[in-house]
């Protein structure tokens, strides 16, 4: 294969940030709707707050499992080819959601659902990186996960007024029918890969078991994990404490909400600048970044008035924002192009066992105790992720150092 002009190169990375944007707005909006109706599903199913986590949680428990094999499967069979089955799939499993009858059958339908979206993260980063040079990928991946801030914007939005008229059910059905437009979108106009110097290594697949015992892998998604504990608290109960401590209608939540998850989404894309523009180094923003989340998260949990809450709250999500890009800017710039897919899924993986964990946690210590017991608990994520940073490589030589030269070869050279 000729290498591409700039000019088509280019084009080729728009459209590629463009589809994949467009693909995680409805990946994450269809999460988040959950975190919004839990009151209703709560109130029609009479679900304590701790059985209530659980539906989120089930949810992360199929994600995380599905990480890893996604990854294998996406490095054998190709990239777009498993995104394309991601969205079928969970585009089915979210409209069956919304016939849910009882507590036990939602519960089997966000496990499948959930399934159904692990599998699309380490395609979806391969993606990515076949159509990108690793000098503009961080950029690149920052500008399309701000999609997943700009989801916690849009989904408050739109669909607390949808509910308050059509019912719970009405959102899922709703984001069901996007999922399958997103699927045509990219059938039709993903570009090709960019060309590359040197031919990929076709071992995958025999090679996933060496991608999985590298020690510095795991490391980054424990970073991942503590980085998630804070999200995904937040995401999930933040709407539920607005609305029982200060009495805010639903109608009016998703306005309150929306006002951290936008300022996050501009925090997401300066990480993956400041990513490529520190050539990784993620310690320089990681250690700062989640001592002012720490800092933030300890006042929110003080604050005595709805207005302190929603400035801390936005304060932590922006400080915590910042660290996403910089968790995978060194591992994507020193895995090679063929063991992106279960790279990825490992560090990501980390982040889905925190979404596994933190909702039925922090719900039982509100349940326990109260939501500023509940939400003092997030702060164990920051201290997490800071120390994961002191512990991990700054970049991409000194992580293929670490993993070994025998398990990890470098990654093929490619045009800019």
Excluded at 210 to 224: E, K, N, P, T
Excluded at 229 to 235: K, T
Excluded at 293 to 312: H, I
Aim: charged share 10%.
């Amino acid at each position: 294969m000729s290498a591409a002009s700039p000019q088509s190169a280019r084009r080729t990375v728009r459209i590629t940030i463009v589809l994949l944007f467009t693909a995680w707005l409805v990946d994450y909006a269809d999460r988040l709707v959950i975190n919004l109706i839990l009151p209703s599903v709560g109130a029609e199913f009479d679900l304590s707050r701790g059985q209530q986590g659980l539906i989120v949680s089930v949810f992360f428990l199929a994600y995380a499992l599905c990480q890893i094999p996604g990854g294998m499967l996406t490095d054998r069979y190709g990239a777009q080819r498993i995104t394309l089955w991601a969205l079928l799939a969970w585009s089915v499993f979210t409209a069956l959601t919304g016939f849910a009858w009882s507590f036990a059958v939602l519960l089997v339908m966000r496990f499948a659902f959930g399934a159904a979206e692990g599998i699309f993260p380490p395609a979806s980063m391969k993606v990515l990186v076949e159509r990108t040079t690793p000098e503009e990928r961080m950029g690149a991946n920052g500008l399309i996960m701000s999609s997943n801030a700009l989801a916690g914007v849009l989904v408050p939005i739109v669909v607390a007024p949808l509910v308050a008229a059509f019912g719970w059910r009405s959102a899922f059905f709703s984001t069901a029918a996007l999922g399958v437009f997103v699927l045509v979108a990219i059938r039709m106009w993903l570009p090709a890969p960019l060309a590359r110097t040197e031919p990929e290594a076709s071992t995958a697949g025999r090679r996933a078991g060496g991608v999985l015992r590298m020690g510095v892998i795991w490391r980054f998604s424990a970073m991942m994990f503590g980085y998630s504990v804070i999200v995904w608290g937040l995401n999930t109960w933040v709407p539920s404490y607005v609305s029982e401590e200060y009495g805010v209608p639903l109608a009016s939540v998703g306005a309150l909400v929306a006002i951290p998850a936008l300022a996050a989404a501009g925090a997401i894309v300066v990480g993956g600048r400041l990513s490529d523009r520190f050539g990784g180094h993620h310690r320089k923003v990681i250690v700062p970044g989640m001592t002012v989340t720490a800092a933030a998260l300890l006042l929110m949990t003080l604050a005595t008035s709805l207005t302190g809450f929603v400035v801390f709250a936005t304060l932590a999500s922006v400080a915590a924002s910042l660290c996403y890009m910089p968790i995978f800017a060194v591992p994507l710039g020193g895995l090679a192009a063929e063991d992106v897919g279960v790279g990825s899924a490992v560090i990501i993986l980390g982040g889905q066992v925190a979404g596994m964990a933190a909702p039925p946690v922090i719900g039982a210590l509100a349940d326990a105790f109260s939501f500023r017991v509940a939400f003092a608990f997030l702060i164990l994520g920051a201290a997490i992720a800071t120390v994961m940073a002191l512990l991990t490589p700054q970049d991409a030589a000194s992580f293929r150092t670490a993993a070994g030269a025998s398990e990890l070869p470098a990654p093929a050279k490619e045009h800019s």
